[in-house]
T-cell receptor
Framework: GEDVEQSLFLSVREGDSSVINCTYT??????LYWYKQEPGAGLQLLTY???NMDMKQDQRLTVLLNKKDKHLSLRIADTQTGDSAIYFC?????????????WGLGTSLAVNP | DVKVTQSSRYLVKRTGEKVFLECVQD?????MFWYRQDPGLGLRLIYF???????EKGDIPEGYSVSREKKERFSLILESASTNQTSMYLC??????????????FGPGTRLLVL
């Protein structure tokens, strides 16, 4: 079945770049997503990429998509302590007449001063 | 801005109680979802609804039911709460149609403790 995998933990120093990786299985996905969850809060949509794109940049965030390898990455430039959170990767898939999201387990990013 | 609100941030209930979790969205979204989030298990879909009075089971519907009487409101019901339902509950909504139909917007979550 469909699956999304991502590493569970990442630790970086403040000011460095962070790269969070994700692999997915459904080649029919139209959108792939990155969500951010701060402690005790709900999920916040961070960015997404359409499946016919290779790259998307949004200020400090860069999303790279390698469709051949079904690999998605999120790069955060100049990582700040406020970026400490759990980052979820998600892919869309067909569920009958609807489309739903399959979620990775989340990568916990720790930013050390 | 999309706004999804949940009736409580924290709830403490006793085993066997009936529990209602309410979710309201203001974006006229057709789809609404209930997830639970547990450490090491990520987000698991309990139920979703794509229209008023319509519902479909997600991956872990056992022990839960839902109600969608109005488009903007989606309720999750624990008929008889058990300790293994202690969790963070997240509500989300999205459009059914359109170019961005899959993008889900989340509420702040309800942390439920069942004693």
């Amino acid at each position: 079945g469909e699956d999304v995998e991502q590493s569970l933990f990442l630790s970086v120093r403040e000011g460095d770049s962070s790269v969070i990786n994700c692999t997915y299985t459904d080649s029919s996905s139209t959108y792939l997503y990155w969500y951010k969850q701060e402690p005790g809060a709900g999920l916040q949509l961070l960015t997404y990429i359409f499946s016919n794109m290779d790259m998307k940049q949004d200020q400090r965030l860069t999303v790279l998509l390698n469709k051949k390898d079904k690999h998605l990455s999120l790069r955060i430039a100049d990582t700040q302590t406020g970026d400490s959170a759990i980052y979820f990767c998600a892919e869309s898939y067909n569920a009958g007449n609807n489309r739903k999201l399959i979620w990775g387990l989340g990568t916990s990013l720790a930013v050390n001063p | 801005d999309v706004k999804v609100t949940q009736s409580s941030r924290y709830l403490v209930k006793r085993t066997g109680e009936k529990v209602f979790l309410e979710c309201v969205q203001d974006m006229d979204h057709e789809n609404m979802f209930w997830y639970r989030q547990d450490p090491g298990l990520g987000l698991r879909l309990i139920y979703f609804s794509y229209d008023v009075k319509m519902k479909e089971k997600g991956d872990i519907p056992e022990g839960y039911s839902v109600s969608r009487e109005k488009k903007e409101r989606f309720s999750l019901i624990l008929e008889s709460a058990s300790t293994n339902q202690t969790s963070m509950y997240l509500c989300a909504s999205s459009y059914l149609w359109g170019p961005n139909q899959e993008t889900q917007y989340f509420g702040p979550g309800t942390r439920l403790l069942v004693l």
